[in-house]
T-cell receptor
């Protein structure tokens, strides 16, 4: 079993829809949970990070972490065509300079 | 956030040659930089951690003699793919920062013929 599982999609939604992206993981030692957005042939861009369990909201984006279920989610409200990208979840065991374990990424397409 | 650049953005080389990829931190002095590799439709995989002034730390399964990392200054880390083969064709990305806020470069696409 891989450490981080993420459905690669592709996921296609109409503009304005609520998008739900998620990852599951196997190692309960993960402490930091991040969501990155990656446009084609570009480096990942950090969207949000959460430490331990709970919710975090930033504009149209909400990140949720459920450590008991080893499940994290990213919700995008009022999705826009500019949100079309690949979304990567990433996790870390902790420490200030620990490396990140990434999911495969989910490719999202928001149709106008 | 921090700005990280990579050069070149795209390189094609013949099998058996060596290729050097540069990663620069433009507005931050990074004692540690990370090198990742991403194959098509696969996740980013950490290859090595580059430490300024000391040897890099390689992940299991990554050949340190094939992927040479030099971090000679606080703003520059280089990855040299030696004796490249077609299976080394991939997207190489560097990053710097702390775990909850890593900033990635734009990546270098390597194609080995």
């Amino acid at each position: 079993q891989k450490e981080v599982e993420q459905d690669p999609g592709p996921l296609s939604v109409p503009e304005g829809a609520i998008v739900s992206l998620n990852c599951t993981y196997s190692n309960s030692a993960f402490q930091y949970f991040m969501w990155y957005r990656q446009y084609s042939r570009k480096g990942p861009e950090l969207l949000m990070y959460t430490y331990s369990s709970g919710n975090k909201e930033d504009g149209r984006f909400t990140a949720q972490v459920d450590k008991s279920s080893k499940y994290i989610s990213l919700f995008i409200r009022d999705s826009q065509p500019s949100d079309s990208a690949t979304y990567l979840c990433a996790m870390s065991y902790g420490g200030s300079q620990g490396n990140l374990i990434f999911g495969k990424g989910t490719k999202l397409s928001v149709k106008p | 956030g921090a700005v990280v650049s990579q050069h070149p953005s795209w390189v094609i080389c013949k099998s058996g040659t060596s290729v050097k990829i540069e990663c620069r931190s433009l507005d931050f002095q990074a004692t540690t930089m990370f090198w990742y590799r991403q194959f098509p439709k696969q996740s980013l995989m950490l290859m090595a951690t580059s430490n300024e002034g000391s040897k890099a730390t390689y992940e299991q399964g990554v050949e340190k003699d094939k992927f040479l990392i030099n971090h000679a200054s606080l703003t520059l880390s280089t990855l040299t793919v030696t004796s490249a083969h077609p299976e080394d064709s991939s997207f190489y990305i560097c990053s710097e920062g702390i775990v909850r806020e890593q900033f990635f470069g734009p990546g270098t696409r390597l194609t080995v013929l």
